[in-house]
Structure formats: C-alpha cells, structure tokens
C-alpha cells in the first residue's frame, strides 16, 4: 500500500448524528449566545407549523431560567395538536427525519434536523436529557418521557415513560392538546438585537394570528425579562398547497431518477403528471424537440436522451407553476403588526406577486414605517424574514440586505452617506421571502443566498415602498405649509375686514373670493373611520377647489381589495382601474366648492384600515394626492390579465387534458379504431413577460 493512503480497514461509515454532533455550527450552536436562541427558534418553528396544519391558533409560551454557571433551562409550550406517542422518538430523536422535504410549497423547515439538534446539543454539553410532554386530543392522559440521542445510530434513547394528566404550570387547568419541551444546556441570555426577546418580537410581527409570551428568571427565580404579543387577526394563513416540480428547476440526476421511478407507459403522461407548468401541447413539443416518439416507456430513456429532454426544457414555452403553495402576510396584517410593534407615524406595504425563478414560486413582502419613536440619528432598524421566520444574523451577507443597500434613499427622504449602504433615520424595514425553497448561504439559515431575479424583485418592492413613503413626506409637507397659510389667511384676513368696516362705517365685504385668490391651491382630504352599527370601514374623500376657475378630476384610491374585503357602499359608483384601485370623475368642481367622495368597506375590523393612498389625473396639482403614474399603472394591470389568462389556460387544460390522454390510450390499445384524439394544443398558449406560458 502506497505511503500517505488511509487503509481501508479504519474507513467507516458516519452516522448522521455524529456527523452534527462533532459540526454543531452547522445547526446554529456555535456560540453560548446563539445556542438559545436557535433552541428557541426551532420549538416555535416547529409549534406554528403544527398549529397551522391543524388550523388552531397557536399560543405558544416561552421561559428561560438562569441555572449555575453557563447552563440554562429552556420550558417551551404550545397549544398544537401534540405528537402521538408511537412518534415521538422520531420526532425530537432522528436526524433528516421530516414529512416537509420532499414538498414543495412554502414551510418553515424542511430538513428535518432542527428540534433534534436541541436535544443533541442540550445532551452534548450538559450530559442532560429532554422532558417530552404531549398530550393529543381525544387520549384520555398526556404522555411524559425522557429522550437522549444515540448518535452513532441515529434514534432516540428513551426512559421514564409514563401516562398521567398534564396539568398546566400557568392556568391550573388541565391541558387538552398540545406539546411542552424541557431542557438544559449550556447557553448565555442576552439583551438586546441578537436576543430571544428580539426574535420572538420579529416573530409575532410576521405571525399576527399566534399569541407568544416570554419570561425569563435570574439564578434566584426573579423575573429580568419579559414580553407579551397578543395576536392581532384570528384569520389563520391560507393552507398551502403541495405542488409538482417545475422543468426550468429541474437538473439532470432528478430527471433520471424520476424516469426510473415512473408508472406512467408514455413520456407525454409523464411530463404532465410529474411537472407543473406542463400542458399536452408543450409535452408533445418538449418529445418532437428532443426527437423522442411520445409513445415511448419513462424507465426506458437514456442518460444521453435524458439531457436532450432536460435541454429543450429550456426551448419550450411553459406555464408558470400555480401559486397557491404561497402563503403571504398580506399588506393589512404587515401594517398592523408593524404599528403594534413599532411606535410610528406612517407605513407603508405593499405584497408583490408571486414571480418564479428557476422553476420555484416565490413572493416579495415589503413593509416601512415611519416617525414616531424611532431614532432619527441611528441606520435604520432592518427586519428580514424567509417564509414568516426571523433571520438574526448575518444581515451584511444576506440578499434582502444587498437588496435595501442598492436602492438611493435621499430620493426618498431618508439620509444615506455615500449614496449607498443602509440609510439613516426615524424608519424601519421588515422585508419578507417567502418560497418554496429559500436558497439559504448555510445550514443555519441565518441569511439568503445571491439570486438575481429575487434580487431584483425586492428592489421593485423596495422601490414601491420608497415612493410611498416620498409621497408622505411631500403630502405632510404641503398639507403643513397649506395649513399655516390658510389658518393666516383665515384668521387675519376676516379680522382686518372687521376692523376696516368699522372705522369706514361699512358692511363687511364678502372675503371668500379673495381668499380663494390667495389660496389658489386644490385640497384633498382624506377621513377613514368606523360605522359600529353595519360594521363597515369607512373612506370620505374632500376635494376643495380654492382656485380662481373651476376644475375637473378623476380621484383614484387604494383599498384592501382580497377575497373577504369588498366595496358596500359606493354611491358616485366609479369604475375599478386595478387590484385594489377604485376611480371617480368629478367632472366640475367651481371655485370656492367642493365635492365628497364616500364608500364603506366589508370584511374588515374596527382599526384593521388606518390609512390610504389617495392619487388624481387632471391638470394641477392637488395638495394631499399624487399624480398617478399611468406607466406604472399599466405595468399592474399586464401584470394582472397576465395571470388571470395563466389562470385561465390551466383550468382548461386541467378539464380537456385528461379526456385527450384518454383518448389516445383507447386509440393505442385499438389501434383500429378511427376516432381522433382530443387536441388541446391549440387552446392552451398565452404569451409570458417571464418567458413562460
């Protein structure tokens, strides 16, 4: 044997865990301070996935005790459905053990490593074992278990297992479903922007329907930190759906491995029960490109064929994927959990479409607020998140922060030396990923990966969100100045009449249309308020005309427009310009009048409406609205037919595609018979700003 050569006979396999157990950093336990906030994080990730999926509003409750020296103990409780008891070894006990992996749609965790590496490193650095106590509804006790790792094998060690009732600690009541986590390990609590007080706040911003409650003790049971937040909206996110692979995702050893796997007795049934985005025609285009006869058996293509299909995968119209995998936080709920989380004067959101990039959905959240008590001398305060979980570190490195660098804040009134980097003053950012597969730049998850596309598309939302807030600052601005002036001229001006007249001896002169003169201003006025009896959001928009000559606009305004929001009563009706835009000619407004524009609002609840954009078309400026952009516009409504076609097509394809596959089966197995297959080749192409179909 060759000097230098490891010989064969001390090669051995490495079990998993023992892999993690000597690279604990992978799993985010490289540091005493970071050790808890990891174990903190993966028990409330793994808590909201499973009230989700069992749509129960989660409550989930968190406590931190200081033992001696560098140890802590680390109690986490939820309100799930809890674990049976068949499964829970699997659970806290197996690492890569997961039902999320091999799914594609948007979940918080997909490896299946996270709350088994609590209980590895808890066992690793304190030698102590994790108290499991779960309680599934409809058992008559709760179970209570001890769990160890054995890491050469990869399961769990348990002991002391028994079956007893689960009385809480807080309420005294006995529990009926849910799950407590037990643990001790070496870890340091810390205050401050890297803190498990911080992470559970950013948390409950991009989960408004969880209620999350924090207690820390010192070593003598004194509390030294706490935090609660309560749940703002009842609404649980919508269920996501599971769906294909898309081909412009898919690299070569996939493809094999699916064709080896296949059931399906032609490639054209193939490429349309195993991808998204795959209709009859483009399967037979994909096969005709590749020069591979559509009859043929998935399990008897060659790796040499194999690339031709994965190549014209490339040259083939596709449709996008359907984006339902997606759950977004939506505008309201953005605003909403940033105003209770953050004390401010203004905000502004915006939840972008769903776009794909590499055959993988994704969608682009973007929140900012504005004044109040945040600091106006310090960077701005920057909240990432990827599928709803905070990411605590490594904001330098990750994409969401390159993304807000590259974007000039002094065009939108926040300071920024240099032109580039993070800006300064009284905001905060929270900018929010959510996929079906976030590229991270480790296994910790602490920032994302450089994608060009997703780059760019939260500059697009950075961008909206900066015109917002541009659009504030002016219409603050104008409406401060106008004030004065019109308070000035309303106040001085009928006084000196007064005074005049009387030392004159004459009546007082009519001032309106002089004051109208000096004003020479339009005026917008917008008022959101609450009708209690009919449980309606209301919008009153003034327009007042203190000009010379009289005027004619169309008023536009942005409104929460989804699937449970609707307009009840819109009297001067109008007419609907985009998603979520409304438009109203006032087609003569007279010097010196003005003219309201009221409607109300369903689906809503008192305070969820707080405020509103306000733009007009039509000659002048109006103080308090902003001259719509009518290229930006159109961008929305392309956008918006765009899917709605996509849309379209695939309901079509989803009746007609079977019965054509059908057809051909019964043509193949009677080849005698003289009927024509169903072609819906012709039905289904829309053209695609993306380069899909």
């Given at each position: 044997?060759?000097?230098?050569?490891?010989?064969?006979?001390?090669?051995?396999?490495?079990?998993?865990?023992?892999?993690?157990?000597?690279?604990?950093?992978?799993?985010?336990?490289?540091?005493?301070?970071?050790?808890?906030?990891?174990?903190?994080?993966?028990?409330?990730?793994?808590?909201?996935?499973?009230?989700?999926?069992?749509?129960?509003?989660?409550?989930?409750?968190?406590?931190?005790?200081?033992?001696?020296?560098?140890?802590?103990?680390?109690?986490?409780?939820?309100?799930?459905?809890?674990?049976?008891?068949s499964?829970?070894?699997?659970?806290?006990?197996?690492?890569?053990?997961?039902?999320?992996?091999?799914?594609?749609?948007?979940?918080?965790?997909?490896?299946?490593?996270?709350?088994?590496?609590?209980?590895?490193?808890?066992q690793?650095?304190?030698?102590?074992?994790?108290?499991?106590?779960?309680?599934?509804?409809?058992?008559?006790?709760?179970?209570?278990?001890?769990?160890?790792?054995?890491?050469?094998?990869?399961?769990?060690?348990?002991?002391?297992e028994?079956?007893?009732?689960?009385?809480?600690?807080?309420?005294?009541?006995?529990?009926?479903?849910?799950l407590?986590?037990?643990?001790?390990?070496?870890?340091?609590?810390?205050?401050?922007?890297?803190?498990?007080?911080?992470?559970?706040?950013?948390?409950?911003?991009?989960?408004?329907?969880?209620?999350?409650?924090?207690?820390?003790?010192?070593?003598?049971?004194?509390?030294?930190?706490?935090?609660?937040w309560?749940?703002?909206?009842?609404?649980?996110?919508?269920?996501?759906?599971?769906?294909?692979?898309?081909?412009?995702?898919?690299?070569?050893?996939?493809?094999?491995?699916?064709?080896?796997?296949?059931?399906?007795?032609?490639?054209?049934?193939?490429?349309?029960?195993?991808?998204?985005?795959?209709?009859?025609?483009?399967?037979?285009?994909?096969?005709?490109?590749?020069?591979?006869?559509?009859?043929?058996?998935?399990?008897?293509?060659?790796?040499?064929?194999?690339?031709?299909?994965?190549?014209?995968?490339?040259?083939?119209?596709?449709?996008?994927?359907?984006?339902?995998?997606?759950?977004?936080?939506?505008?309201?709920?953005?605003?909403?959990?940033?105003?209770?989380?953050?004390?401010?004067?203004?905000?502004?959101?915006?939840?972008?479409?769903?776009q794909?990039?590499?055959?993988?959905?994704?969608?682009?959240?973007?929140?900012?607020?504005?004044?109040?008590?945040?600091?106006?001398?310090s960077?701005?305060e920057?909240?990432?998140?990827?599928?709803?979980?905070?990411?605590?570190?490594?904001?330098?490195?990750?994409?969401?922060?390159?993304?807000?660098?590259?974007?000039?804040?002094?065009?939108?009134?926040?300071?920024?030396?240099?032109?580039?980097?993070?800006?300064?003053?009284?905001?905060?950012?929270?900018?929010?990923?959510?996929?079906?597969?976030?590229?991270?730049?480790?296994?910790?998850k602490?920032?994302?990966?450089?994608?060009?596309?997703?780059?760019?598309?939260?500059?697009?939302?950075l961008?909206?969100?900066?015109?917002?807030?541009k659009?504030?600052?002016?219409?603050s601005?104008?409406?401060?100045?106008?004030?004065?002036?019109?308070?000035?001229?309303?106040?001085?001006?009928?006084?000196?009449?007064?005074?005049?007249?009387?030392?004159?001896?004459?009546?007082?002169?009519?001032?309106?249309?002089?004051?109208?003169?000096?004003?020479?201003?339009?005026?917008?006025?917008?008022?959101?308020?609450?009708?209690?009896?009919?449980?309606?959001?209301?919008?009153?928009?003034t327009?007042?005309?203190?000009?010379?000559?009289?005027?004619?606009?169309?008023?536009?305004?942005?409104?929460?427009?989804?699937?449970?929001?609707?307009?009840?009563?819109?009297?001067?009706?109008?007419?609907?310009?985009?998603?979520?835009?409304?438009?109203?000619?006032?087609?003569?407004?007279?010097?010196?009048?003005?003219?309201?524009?009221?409607?109300?609002?369903?689906?809503?609840?008192?305070?969820q409406?707080?405020?509103?954009?306000?733009f007009?078309?039509?000659?002048?400026?109006?103080?308090?609205?902003?001259?719509?952009?009518?290229?930006?516009?159109?961008?929305?409504?392309?956008?918006?037919?765009l899917?709605?076609?996509e849309?379209?097509?695939?309901?079509?394809?989803?009746?007609?595609?079977?019965?054509?596959?059908?057809?051909?089966?019964?043509?193949?197995?009677?080849?005698?018979?003289?009927?024509?297959?169903?072609?819906?080749?012709?039905?289904?192409?829309?053209?695609?700003?993306?380069?899909?179909?």
């Amino acid at each position: 044997m060759s000097e230098g050569k490891p010989s064969t006979g001390k090669q051995r396999q490495i079990a998993i865990s023992e892999f993690f157990e000597k690279n604990k950093h992978f799993l985010g336990f490289d540091s005493l301070h970071r050790a808890i906030i990891t174990a903190v994080k993966e028990s409330v990730d793994n808590s909201l996935d499973a009230c989700e999926e069992e749509r129960i509003l989660p409550e989930i409750r968190i406590e931190v005790s200081r033992l001696k020296g560098d140890r802590i103990e680390l109690i986490a409780q939820d309100n799930g459905p809890g674990i049976p008891r068949s499964s829970i070894e699997h659970v806290f006990g197996k690492f890569l053990l997961g039902s999320r992996f091999h799914a594609i749609r948007q979940t918080r965790g997909q490896q299946g490593i996270g709350i088994t590496g609590v209980v590895m490193y808890s066992q690793l650095t304190t030698g102590a074992k994790t108290r499991v106590v779960s309680k599934v509804e409809g058992d008559s006790s709760a179970v209570f278990v001890d769990l160890g790792i054995d890491t050469k094998k990869n399961r769990a060690i348990k002991s002391g297992e028994i079956r007893d009732i689960w009385i809480d600690d807080v309420t005294g009541e006995e529990v009926s479903h849910g799950l407590r986590l037990q643990t001790v390990m070496n870890a340091k609590y810390q205050r401050g922007r890297q803190s498990v007080h911080q992470y559970l706040r950013m948390t409950s911003i991009v989960n408004p329907h969880a209620t999350i409650t924090l207690t820390v003790r010192d070593r003598d049971g004194g509390i030294i930190d706490a935090g609660h937040w309560p749940r703002t909206t009842d609404n649980l996110p919508r269920v996501v759906t599971e769906i294909k692979p898309h081909p412009h995702g898919i690299h070569l050893g996939t493809l094999q491995r699916m064709l080896r796997e296949a059931e399906e007795r032609k490639m054209t049934s193939f490429l349309r029960h195993n991808f998204s985005g795959v209709s009859m025609r483009a399967a037979r285009e994909i096969l005709e490109k590749a020069g591979l006869d559509e009859s043929r058996q998935p399990r008897r293509i060659r790796a040499e064929e194999a690339q031709l299909i994965l190549d014209c995968f490339q040259k083939v119209k596709l449709l996008n994927p359907p984006t339902d995998c997606l759950s977004p936080i939506k505008d309201l709920l953005i605003k909403k959990s940033l105003s209770k989380a953050i004390d401010s004067r203004f905000a502004s959101t915006v939840t972008r479409d769903p776009q794909v990039t590499q055959g993988n959905p994704f969608q682009v959240e973007i929140g900012l607020v504005f004044g109040g008590d945040l600091a106006a001398d310090s960077p701005i305060e920057i909240l990432r998140f990827a599928n709803r979980v905070p990411l605590m570190y490594q904001q330098g490195g990750c994409l969401l922060t390159k993304a807000l660098e590259s974007i000039d804040w002094k065009r939108y009134g926040l300071e920024q030396p240099g032109g580039r980097g993070i800006p300064k003053g009284p905001a905060a950012v929270l900018i929010h990923l959510a996929s079906t597969n976030v590229q991270f730049t480790s296994e910790a998850k602490e920032a994302v990966a450089v994608n060009e596309e997703v780059l760019e598309e939260i500059r697009r939302a950075l961008l909206e969100v900066g015109r917002g807030l541009k659009n504030h600052l002016k219409k603050s601005s104008q409406r401060k100045k106008a004030q004065e002036k019109f308070e000035l001229i309303n106040v001085i001006l009928p006084e000196i009449s007064r005074k005049s007249s009387q030392l004159l001896n004459r009546e007082e002169p009519n001032l309106a249309p002089i004051i109208t003169q000096i004003m020479n201003a339009v005026f917008c006025e917008e008022e959101l308020g609450w009708d209690k009896e009919r449980g309606l959001a209301t919008c009153d928009i003034t327009v007042l005309n203190y000009t010379a000559r009289a005027r004619a606009y169309t008023i536009l305004a942005k409104w929460p427009e989804s699937d449970y929001v609707a307009m009840e009563n819109n009297p001067l009706g109008g007419r609907k310009e985009a998603h979520g835009l409304w438009a109203w000619r006032l087609d003569t407004l007279n010097p010196g009048t003005s003219a309201t524009i009221s409607f109300s609002l369903s689906g809503l609840s008192k305070g969820q409406w707080s405020d509103t954009d306000i733009f007009f078309r039509g000659n002048g400026d109006i103080i308090g609205a902003t001259k719509i952009d009518e290229k930006l516009l159109e961008e929305m409504r392309n956008r918006e037919a765009l899917s709605a076609a996509e849309e379209e097509v695939r309901k079509a394809e989803s009746g007609i595609g079977p019965l054509a596959e059908r057809a051909e089966e019964n043509l193949r197995d009677d080849p005698e018979q003289e009927s024509t297959p169903v072609d819906p080749g012709s039905l289904d192409w829309v053209p695609n700003q993306e380069g899909g179909e």
